[in-house]
């Protein structure tokens, strides 16, 4: 993998941090790229408490100067402004206080990290799990998207996202030119969703659900456009693109599905009514499809088309109405923890999605075309879009 990296920290701790390593030299990284999309990750219709306490802001810690990468590793830190609430419990050093003040958790969430860590790293109080497990996280891999955003877009390719379904509100398909009208959508939308009808039922859901002292599922896509053909391989399980993405999309916190392109409907499709065909222009020397039902990749290779990328969210653990849990220390029957919670993240699940798929597409864009610096990777990939032209 040319490009890797590794974030770290608790919800309620100091700050999260990220390692971003194998980004070329010269990329122009401007920290309002980084701030805006961790003020996204932050908004939507059907968030919780936290995220009126935290107000994200990047400090660039190394591997830049004066604006530009450096080609060494990028460290970045998130402080968590909640953290002075948490100082006693979340301590870093010192001894551990009484269990209140450690504010222990022994009631696990049906659903959460608590049981399942608990029972693996050995330990009664399911804190230990829930503070690393919690999707807080996903700030720190939002910051490290952000990166892989400002080395895309000086290779042509841009990404963003949509919600699909909040509950049984779901948005009209997307047509030509909603890609446009996505980037042009206000950061603070509450659902961000071009359908307007849909919009309204989705923030219906939430409210239900949270009437309900209840969760309830999503969906979102990620769009990715620009990406030239051949990001990717056929040739082994671990280089598909497909896959690599699939894996991408399945690490954010909740994210218990994803699909490539029409790849669910696909399963009650015939062939016939599902492939793209494939038309030529000659104007432009180039093959395309007057449809997208593959999601832009085949045999887990770009295949010049926009991707699509789904994933679907599970509704929450944490219920205001809490699930029956046993106690981990007198495995007694009780009602599970309750901690204040999100009814439904939608809108930041697709901003932590757009950094993940971010985070992929450069490391197969490095893969393909290589590159130390900015100049050498454009210059490698427009040599690469010349033969593609003339092939
Ligand atoms: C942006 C985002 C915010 C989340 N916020 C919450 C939350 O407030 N409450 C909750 O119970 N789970 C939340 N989750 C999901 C949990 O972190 C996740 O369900 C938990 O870590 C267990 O992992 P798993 O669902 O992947 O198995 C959130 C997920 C994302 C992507």
């Known amino acids: 993998m040319p490009l890797r990296f590794l974030t770290a920290g608790e919800s309620h701790g100091p700050a999260l941090t990220v390692i971003v390593e194998g980004l070329p030299a010269d990329i122009a990284i401007d920290r309002a790229v980084i701030d ?17 306490i935290e107000n994200d ?51 696990p969430r049906p659903g959460h990290a608590d049981l399942a860590g608990s029972l693996k790293y050995g330990t009664h109080d399911a804190r230990d799990i829930l503070e690393r497990a919690s999707a807080r996280e996903t700030a720190a891999r939002t910051a490290a998207g952000s990166l892989a955003r400002c080395f895309l877009t000086a290779a042509g390719i841009e990404v963003t996202s949509h919600t699909v379904s909040v509950g049984d509100g779901v948005a009209a398909s997307l047509s030509d030119g909603d890609f446009d009208r996505l980037l042009a959508m206000p950061d ?101 499809r007057p449809t997208n039902r593959a999601g832009g990749i085949e045999g887990g290779i770009t295949n010049g088309e926009m991707i699509r990328v789904r994933g679907f969210l599970k509704p929450l653990s944490t219920l205001p109405r809490p699930l029956p849990s046993v106690d981990l220390i007198d495995k007694q029957a009780f009602d599970a923890v309750q901690e204040r919670t999100d009814t439904i993240p ?33 210059r490698n990939l427009n040599a690469y879009r010349d033969a593609l032209s003339s092939y």
């Open 36 to 52: 805006r999309d961790l003020r996204r990750r932050m908004g939507g219709h059907g968030r919780g408490g936290r995220m009126k």
């Open 188 to 288: 603070d939308a509450p659902m961000r969703c071009l359908d307007e009808s849909a919009t309204a039922a989705m923030i219906a859901a939430v409210e239900a659900a949270r009437n309900d002292k209840d969760s309830v599922g999503g969906v979102f896509e990620v769009l990715a456009r620009g990406v030239p053909p051949g990001l990717g391989s056929h040739a082994q399980w671990d280089r598909r693109l497909s896959a690599r993405l699939g894996g991408a999309m399945m690490s954010i916190q909740a994210v218990k599905a994803a699909s490539i392109g029409d790849g669910v409907e696909g399963g009650s499709r015939r062939g016939s009514l599902h492939h793209d065909p494939i038309l030529y222009d000659p104007d432009e020397r180039r093959f395309y």
């Open 346 to 378: 939608i809108v930041a699940a697709g901003v932590v999605g757009e950094a993940m798929v971010c985070l992929v597409l450069a490391d197969a864009l490095l893969e393909k075309v290589g590159g130390d610096s900015l100049t050498e990777t454009l």
């Open 57 to 107: 802001r990047v400090e660039i810690l190394g591997g830049v100067r004066f604006g530009r990468s450096l080609g060494s590793p990028i460290s970045l830190l998130i402080r968590n402004l909640d953290f002075e609430n948490w100082a006693e419990a979340m301590s870093p050093e010192g001894e551990r206080p009484d269990d209140e003040q450690a504010r222990v958790v022994t009631r």
